[in-house]
Structure formats: C-alpha cells, structure tokens
C-alpha cells in the first residue's frame, strides 16, 4: 500500500528568489499536510550524502555545489499516495519537459536548479526525512 509520508526539499535557487511561500502555497492547496519543517542550509560533505546514488554521475560534483550554494527549506508533508502525487505535483526533473502548471514549469530555471526536491519512494521518503528531522515519531 501506498505510504502517506513524503519529503521535499526547496532548493536553494527558488528559496534565494523569496518563491518558497508560493511553492508552499501550492503544496497546501494540493491536499498535502505539513508534519515538520526548517530552513537550513546543507554543507557540501550533507549534500554528497543526500544525493549519495548519483556520486557516479558526470553531473555529480556540481549538483553538491548548487545545494550547498545557499539556504534549502526542508519539509516532510503527509496526504494518501503522497510520493506519486507530490512527484506529479512537482513535475519532470528537466523543466523544459515539466507538464504545465507544475511546479517545476512554474519555479525551476534549469534541469539543475530546478527549485524542488521530492522523494521517489516510500522506503526513501523515510530515509530522506531521518536525514533531516529527528523527531518524526511525534507526528
Ligand atoms: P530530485 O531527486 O531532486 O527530486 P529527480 O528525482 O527529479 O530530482 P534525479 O535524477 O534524482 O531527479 O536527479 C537529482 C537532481 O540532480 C535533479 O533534481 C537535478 O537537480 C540534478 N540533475 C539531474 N540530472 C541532471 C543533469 N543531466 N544535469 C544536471 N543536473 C542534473
Ligand atoms: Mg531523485
């Protein structure tokens, strides 16, 4: 069954250009429940970790860079179906191929800073939120 956690990050392109209250407004609006969040900025060594199945990828070294360049707000959202639903929330990773009214259509300027993470599985929104948040259990 379907889990009703999943985990976004704000990247730190679309945070720097003060979109992080639109963005959050088009979560809420989706149906999608705030369960913790912070802003927080990621050190390089974080970032490496965070994208840790991507180290192999030519893209690697500078994606760490523009996740570590500046503040990141990290959020754990609940709803039913929340991993599918928020990965159509957000939209394809290249926002030249996002479809319309995504997130990422709306907010990423490049198919690396593109404004928004969200997890792609179950098991690694609840990997990805232990990363960040320690007290998940209260919620
Ligand atoms: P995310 O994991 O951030 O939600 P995603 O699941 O849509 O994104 P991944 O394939 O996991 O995409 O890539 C992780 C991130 O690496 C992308 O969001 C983007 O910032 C960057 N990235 C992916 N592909 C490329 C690429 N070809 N060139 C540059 N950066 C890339
Ligand atoms: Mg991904």
Redesign the pocket.
Known sequence: MAGKLTFTMI?PDAFAEGNSGAILKIIEEAGFAVKAMKLTKLSPAKAGGF?A??KE?P?FN??VN?MSSGPIVAIVLEKDNAVSDFRKL?G??NPAEAAEGTIRKLYAKS????A?????SDENALIEASYFFSELERY
Do not use: Q
Request: glycine share 4%.
């Open positions: 990247k994208y199945v991507h990828r893209f500078d994606l523009y957000i394809a990773t198919i690396e800073a593109n928004i993470h969200g997890s792609d």
